[in-house]
């Protein structure tokens, strides 16, 4: 292959604390939480909005942040449902106890979060730099630090410098690029788990929908009698369906985009039209077999929803031991009880079957039970100044299927924010923050963080 060398003379920008790549769910709650504890905060965000998947992605819906007993979500993430609930951008049907105290999902108006994330992040003081990507970074392998980062935007190129970095780019953009240990997808199974991308539907009659879990009722037979009748170009047994959300509208989560690998640009680019297509089918198919025959495209989402890509080697690997065992941990920074959500790989009976079970059978947590999320899942392995939060995590591919979802990767935002902080007004690395400093934090910031006994230093393996 032919290679072309690049040169540049790029601007420095000085005068930054913490950059945090990636206005996600992760991102944005990290950035605000740091700016909040005084840091010079740079978010920088590929599209024009925050919220990624839950605004961007059209995935308008929080994952279950209670256990049938307590919620297990508390800090920025539960500010934001809570305020997204005074201000009427939850639909009216969505009882509160769906996230107080329920093990169920919480709808809310996209576009009410990209008002309040735009606000949340401004009142806080942080820099944000929309339509800006991360194209490389500037870092010492052998210390195993950050210096800057490079960016790329209308303007042309910048380069800033920052005392910590903190990666929530979903694919670990930040921290490949740096030269931090991390696994591809596929690592722990020979098939990626299949993205989907979503769309708003309008004319839906919520009546037919139900608003604290997918689908029509009667869905799965549905889809095996439109299988049955050669319906989809693919017969996908697993459909997750509709959740109806405000003024007749619902958000439809239907159409694996199945072999596409979001760390790859042909993949991507493959997948986004595939999954446009499949929009169309899933739309039709509400309106012939389930009877929502007033339903109406309103759009497709601006990013496709990934659930699996690169997965940082950490401090700790959190895996299904731990999961199993419901593991706690003096050093966590969060808990949560989402079960093993690992999405079918092909369109087989035998991989559906797999999937429910799992989903439905295995392990599955009796109400009260939860796990913990420890600090060093965090902190890439060795190095001082650079954290991850969200799907990136250090995880194996089970419980990393638990940890995708947004209130988790909000918690995880935070908890790597305020270490960020604690890190640069301590003078310490990642790896060696007093944890038990961390966790008084997070109390502090409204988390849940029941364990008694604390600990100087983090949890390893």
Known sequence: MAVFTLKREIQIEEGYDIVVAGGGSAGSVAATCAARLGAKVLLVEALGCLGGTGTSGLLTAFAPMANDEQMLVGGLQREIIETLWRRGYVPFLTDPECWRRKNSWSMYDGEGLKLLLDEMTVKAGVEVRFFTRLIDVDSDIQSKEIKGVILSNIEGYSYIKAKAFIDATGDAVLSSLSGAPYWEAG??????MPPTLC??????????VRFSGYSPAG?????????????????DRHVPGLFANVNMTAMMNAGHVFGMNSCNCRSLSDGMIKGRRLVQEYLEFYRKYAGIIDAQLVSTAAMMGIRESRRVQGEYVLDYDDYKARRKFPDQIAIYAYPVDIHVYDCTPEQYKRYYEEFIKVDRYSPGE???IPYGVLV????????????????????QGSLRCMPAAAMMGEAAGTAAVQAIKTSKSADS???KVLVETLREQGANLPQKELSNVMTRK
């Open 380 to 399: 890439p392995k060795g190095w001082k100044n650079l954290w991850v939060a969200g799907r990136c995590i250090s995880a194996d591919i089970k419980v």
């Open 433 to 435: 923050i007093d944890t």
């Open 219 to 235: 869905q799965q037979e549905k889809i095996e009698q439109a299988i049955a009748d050669g319906f989809f170009s693919q017969p």
């Open 187 to 192: 690592r722990d199974t020979p098939y990626i």
């Open 370 to 372: 939860y796990y913990g």
């Open 199 to 208: 769309a708003v539907l309008s004319g839906v009659d919520p009546g037919k």
